[in-house]
């Protein structure tokens, strides 16, 4: 074990080398060694296999997050209780959108018309048939067949939470617990089926959705700030667009390469970027309807590497910390939770809301939780970065602040044990501090806040959390102001209570 582990850190040095000596790598640092970048976590190499899962950028099926996690697993920390919880949630899996399905139909139909038989790795497309037969019906609704059912996973996902915050359940008579979607229909049906899940038989009479409008009249008051902020709409270079700009630039440093290899093996076809580019995410969305995919097979571990990290640019700059709207039109939902957190349960003990991934993102940049000295660069791909969107917003990803309630480290229940593990000074400072902190779960991993994870389990410290959140509000501005919005529209979300 040790000859693994200073072979892996040996590796780690080696690559970090290559890659700064921009010369050098390219001739030094083959596609082997670029392939295995994934397996290196922590400068120790990872112990799991290979899954392109994780490197199709969103298109996927849920997945569980496992880089850049704290340690120790999801069970609350020893001494610690969670008392309210509140959980932003992208729908379920479901077919491609409407525009991104048509591009993949396109390109089929192309393909056909040219009538030839397709060798070498696209040999599988001349007998391969769309997953749908009615994509007018299907495109951007929740998918209902295979192991990735739309419907079911979010069910899945309802039960799995219920047995985790069975003690948070409301007692029999209370009132129906409120939940949130916004209003797609891919969003609410997500909701709907979670609510089977999490509440059971009584879902009907134990929990109320509440569906809030995606229109643009909103203000600040509503779940997909996105489409109030008119700043973020008309803003052609630096708004919403910006994101698809930044994705071109950086797919076109890839993907021609791939075409020069599907052109040598049918010399009778040329792929643009573009197509290159969907037949990548047929991978994705042929799985959540089928259970797999050959389109899968069809390029290398470096090449889905590439394609996990546009889809992190597209992300990044489309409404995330590359995009000086995103933090603002994050900041909304996080500051209305901080609040709640900082009331505790007596304003209630669950709270979900279900959006899509463009509204997760944001809110995540106003956290500062994936912060980085640079932005993204669009002419390579930095093989060691913080922000993965893989892994945070696959389809059904799902974000839950925790509110913790912590024994006193001094308590005789635990003694000299629990402060000499106490992260926390000693002393009488050590005996001052408050039991309430907040522990961020981001697809059932513990990711700790860069500088706040001072608490049991890397949590943050409730009153410090609350002062992080105020503090970034400063920072980012006034979403009016922002979004070039006048003083009548509405400056806070309201319709988050119990």
Known sequence: MDRLLRFCALLVLFVAWAYFSRPVQQFLVDSTIRSSLPLILKGVVSSRAWDVLYHVGGNGPWIQKIDGIVEGGIEPPEGCVVEQIHMLSRHAERYPTVSAGNRMLALLERIKDLNITLIGDLAFVNNWKYFTNDPSTHHGQLTTTGPYAGNLSAVRTGKKL?????HLLPVQGSPPVNLWASDSNRVIETARYFSTGFFGRDSASSAKLHVIPETSDLGADTLTPGD?????????????EN??????????????????????????????????????????????VRGKSQWCDVFDREEWLNFEYARDVIHYYRSGPGNPYGPAIGWLWLNATAELLENGPNAGKLFFSFVHDGDVIPMLAALDIFSSAEHLPTTRMPPFRTWRTSQVVPMGGRVIFERLSCQSPTSPSLGNKRQAQHPFKSGEEFLRLTSEFVRININDGIVALPTCSSGPGSSCPLDQFRGLVRTRGAQIGDFRETCGLGPDAAARITFLHQ
């Open 162 to 166: 219920r047995t985790r915050y069975s």
């Open 228 to 240: 109030t902020c008119l700043n973020y709409r008309t803003d052609v270079d630096r708004g919403h």
């Open 243 to 288: 994101g698809a700009r930044q994705l071109v630039n950086f797919r076109s440093t890839y993907l021609p390469s791939i075409s020069s290899r599907l052109q040598r093996q049918n010399p009778g076809i040329i792929f643009s970027n573009a197509e290159i580019y969907s037949m990548q995410e047929l991978c994705g969305f042929e799985t959540l």
